[in-house]
């Protein structure tokens, strides 16, 4: 069951020397307790997707056309993108929380953590008493790993990886549906990552939530996902589970990325890379954005532009897999 | 043959904040301690450790951006200590320096050609106008900015992060340096871009000779792009070896620790959970190895004594007293 339909979104910046589409025509959806992985490179337009469903854009992006529903546990169906005022600060939270990447930057520093998590209990919470929101901020703390001492600690006195723990705690607090979480673990040592992967999947477990994963770093993903979507100049390209993707790509980019990474085990396989960079959304090439860097393009991969069709376990935007398109 | 080495490197930061200790003084931070490590010519090394694991301030030490608390720095045999005036600009005319970021690293304000005629001119390379922008595109053109008369003129903000960085490069290459430090050269570039750039700088070292010395966090880059990798843990140096002997048959836990959770999508079995606590603070850094309070594998000898060195043939040592067999262990025999 899907918690959130996400259908023929586009964001737009309108910037002085042109419009850049971020986000073009993108359709997903997250089913109830899964972990889905967007993956996808700077630019690529993931972040302004998760911006546009936690409705924190701000001009000069603009959402043009497309819709989010967002279904409730008992079957209620809310359209994100139409909330205003309470409705949107009952929504985010409550329903959807968000984990940034720089914990430094999401934490206010001139706030002890236990204080930041009181805060969204008060705002969200009115009718808790002091004492239950003291008990609530010190279970939620060491539900991610923070002794009980640690709340009176402002986050400059906390490690990054402790950093992360608070904020991921800070969204748990509410008990949302949906966390998006945007590269939670970008700023952090290897080691330390690990940590907290294993604890986010612990604590969907335990609270079931959703989780939309983005980060740069498809074999981290592969891990963690059960779906992964990738995403290139603002296009979902190819969708499926980790499984499957990581087995048989079929996407010439998904096949470009994982050839780029060095692996630890195994012979020392060639790396190939992708040549070229990623293009530019003012002006994004004709037909598939990705001819341009492709090895295996033709001719009307410069003309007609790939829909989505299913292939594999998932879906895919080439046309070496369906031999359509539109032009 | 070795071109630039560091011996005993050792260095302590004092805190300019902070709580003082007895007699008034503020304890140092002690970020590297007792580091050996020396670039062959042609070679590629990699320094690879956690964040705040000293990398960066031996990167420092080695170009002489500041003096070592004690131990040497050696270029081609001979003990240099250049940190200032014309002794210093002779020593950057050999050793250079790349940094992480691209974006903070250019002049924003400076097309291309000024960024690399600079160091041109200073260093005394051009003899003329016409011979500055022949050298100009030279160097453009070793690191694959084509066509060159396109480049010449861009400002930084026209250019993708990659191409930044081959500028970067390209800066450095412009004194004819004889070693190159890295310092996380591509980890703020895309995954498609970084392969472009690791292959460049191999080139460099392959073809021109360069020592190059590539500090990175990511072990599995330095697996394809490192001839040897040397593992720092909070400012001591625990291992090294011949990277596909180091990266196969680690033998410090703690580069065990490293290679199990690099993120791997042909990984079978998913690893243990757990919690593995965080590097340690480095005013009062643990008394022996430093990595005893984490180490699963930790000895009652291991809290008292900093391990020695521990050679395991072919050039792979580590600093471990698991790994030395002269130390008695509980439940030897059993084993």
Redesign the interface.
């Known amino acids: 069951m899907n918690v959130l339909e996400i259908r023929d979104l586009s964001v737009d910046y309108l910037s002085g020397s042109g419009t850049v589409h971020a986000v073009s025509g993108v359709s997903l959806d997250l089913r109830r307790g899964e972990i889905l992985g967007l993956a996808g ?2 630019g690529s337009g993931k972040s302004t997707l998760a911006n546009a469903v936690s409705r924190l854009l701000r001009p000069p992006a603009a959402i043009t056309s497309g819709s989010v529903v967002y279904h409730r546990q008992d079957g209620t169906a809310v359209d994100v993108l139409a909330l205003g005022g309470n409705e949107l600060r009952a929504f985010r939270w409550k329903e959807l929380a968000v984990v940034f990447q720089s914990a430094m930057n999401a934490l206010n520093p001139v706030s002890a953590v236990g204080a930041q998590i009181d805060d969204v209990l008060r705002a969200h919470a009115p009718r808790m008493s002091r004492a239950e929101r003291a008990e609530r901020s010190v279970e939620l703390l060491q539900r991610v ?1 923070i002794s009980a001492d640690r709340r009176r600690s402002y986050p400059h006195e906390l ?4 950093r992360q723990r608070a904020a991921i705690a800070i969204a748990l607090a509410l008990n949302p549906e949906i966390i998006i979480m945007d590269e939670p673990t970008t700023a952090l ?7 907290i992967l ?1 604890e986010i ?2 604590l969907r477990e335990e609270y079931g939530f959703a989780v939309v994963f983005i980060t ?5 993903l ?2 963690i996902s059960d779906r992964i979507a990738i995403m290139y100049a603002g296009r979902v390209v190819e969708s499926g589970t ?1 499984k499957g993707l ?1 087995r048989a790509p079929r996407h010439p980019y998904t096949m ?2 994982l050839r ?7 012979p ?1 396989e060639e ?1 190939l ?3 070229g ?2 293009p530019d959304l003012r002006s994004p090439p004709p037909g598939c954005a990705f001819h341009p860097r492709c090895g295996l393009a033709v001719d009307e991969c410069a003309v007609s532009l790939p829909v989505l069709t299913p292939g594999g376990d998932g879906e895919v935007a080439c046309l070496l897999n369906d031999g359509t398109g539109v032009s | 043959m070795i071109i630039l080495e560091g011996r005993n490197l050792t260095k302590h930061f004092t805190a300019a904040r902070g709580p003082r200790g007895r007699f008034g003084r503020r304890p140092p931070v002690r970020a590297v301690e007792d580091v050996s490590i020396a670039l062959r010519a042609g070679t590629v090394s990699a320094l690879v450790g ?2 705040g694991c000293g990398k960066s301030t031996v990167a420092r030490l080695l170009a002489q951006v500041y003096p070592a608390t004690s131990g040497e720095v050696l270029l081609r045999g001979e003990p240099v200590r250049a940190h200032r005036g014309g002794a210093f600009r002779d020593y950057r005319r050999q050793v250079q320096l790349i940094f992480q970021d691209p974006f903070a690293s250019l002049n924003p304000f400076h097309r291309v050609r000024y960024h690399l005629a600079r160091p041109l001119r200073l260093h005394g390379h051009a003899r003329s106008a016409e011979h500055e922008r022949e050298l100009v595109a030279e160097l453009l053109e070793r690191v694959s900015l084509t066509p060159v008369e396109q480049f010449m003129d861009k400002l930084p903000h026209e250019l ?4 930044r960085q081959r500028v970067a490069i390209a800066r450095a290459l412009a004194v004819r340096p004889v070693a190159l430090i890295a310092d996380e050269p591509v980890s703020m570039l ?7 750039v690791l292959r460049l700088l191999e080139g460099l070292a392959r073809d021109s000779g360069l020592a190059l010395l590539y500090i990175t ?5 330095a ?3 490192a001839e040897d990798i040397t593992v720092m843990y909070a400012g001591r140096l625990i291992e090294s070896g011949p990277s ?1 002997e180091l ?2 048959a680690a033998r410090h836990p703690y580069t065990r ?11 079978v079995t ?2 243990g ?4 606590g ?2 340690p603070s480095l005013i009062h850094p643990p008394g022996g190895c430093r990595f005893h309070p984490r180490c699963p594998v930790a000895l009652p000898v291991c809290s008292g004594q900093a391990p020695v060195r521990t050679e395991l043939g072919g050039g792979h040592w580590t600093h471990c007293w698991d790994a030395d067999a002269t130390v008695a262990r509980p439940g030897q025999e059993a084993r």
Request: hydrophobic share 30%.
């Open positions: 490179e700077s790993g490690s990054g990886g402790m040592d290897v080691v330390v990552q690990r940590d294993g999947r612990a740069h770093d498809l074999s981290l592969m891990e980790a990581h470009g990325l780029s990474f060095p692996r630890l085990r195994g020392r790396l890379g992708i040549p960079t990623p | 956690e964040s993708s992060g990659g191409q895309d995954v498609s871009i970084r392969l472009g966090h990511d072990i599995a880059s697996r394809y792009f596909e990266t196969q620790l490293l290679l199990e959770s690099a993120p791997d999508p042909d990984r998913p690893p959970a757990g919690r593995h965080e590097p």
